[in-house]
């Protein structure tokens, strides 16, 4: 027995947030019938329903017990997202026909940034990583395009709004190298 959004997680059907919101939204159904209840025990008898595909527990099941972890170097010009409606460039294309099992990412970088990302279809070790009571920073290196001032070093460490209207998380802030205009974001 295993949870049905631990389940549909781990086979890849999604995050963990996003598998729970389709369960609690009545978008799931196990045997024909629609399941609200994320901690809903699925045997290997079962057969779900998501998406309007039918999965059948017992042929997925051997996906449930092997975890998978790789890192790979996100370039500038790639979404950190596994599709995109607009037809930009994801990592998806990063990964095509190298990553057999169907993973997800852990974390995000900006289109316009370059780094280190992790793919896995660990959900717990995903949800133990970004859980913000966890306490795990991230490490930035960022190149400013001007000299940065105090009062701009201030706002960072204090949280700045940025697109969309949402107020980062304060940042410590350490000078690399002699340069001014090079940072380390902590």
């Given at each position: 027995m295993i949870k049905l959004q631990t389940f549909l997680q781990k086979i890849g059907?999604?995050?963990?947030?996003?598998?729970?919101?389709?369960?609690?939204?009545g978008k799931v159904k196990v045997n024909g019938e629609i399941i609200r209840e994320p901690w809903f025990k699925v045997v290997e008898e079962d057969i779900i329903e998501i998406y309007g595909k039918k999965i059948h527990v017992k042929d997925?099941?051997?996906?449930?017990?092997?975890?998978?972890?790789?890192?790979?170097?996100?370039?500038?010009?790639?979404?950190?997202?596994?599709?995109?409606?607009?037809?930009?460039?994801?990592?998806?294309?990063?990964i095509k026909g190298?990553?057999?099992?169907?993973?997800?990412h852990v974390g995000r970088l900006d289109y316009n940034t370059s780094g280190l990302m992790l793919l896995t279809n660990d959900g717990e070790l995903a949800n133990l990583l970004l859980?913000?009571?966890?306490?795990?920073?991230?490490?930035?290196?960022?190149?400013?395009n001007r000299h940065i001032k105090e009062n701009d070093l201030k706002q960072l460490?204090?949280?700045?709004?940025?697109?969309?209207?949402?107020?980062?998380?304060?940042?410590?802030?350490?000078?690399?190298?002699?340069?001014?205009?090079?940072?380390?974001?902590l």
């Open positions: 059907e999604g995050s963990r947030r996003e598998i729970g919101n389709l369960i609690i939204s997925k099941i051997k996906e449930t017990e092997n975890y998978v972890y790789y890192l790979i170097h996100k370039p500038i010009g790639y979404l950190s997202a596994l599709k995109d409606d607009r037809g930009r460039k994801t990592i998806t294309d990063l190298k990553i057999k099992e169907k993973v997800f859980h913000p009571k966890r306490k795990i920073y991230k490490t930035y290196k960022v190149l400013i460490e204090e949280g700045i709004i940025i697109e969309g209207g949402y107020k980062t998380q304060p940042a410590s802030i350490e000078k690399v190298q002699k340069k001014e205009n090079i940072l380390k974001l």
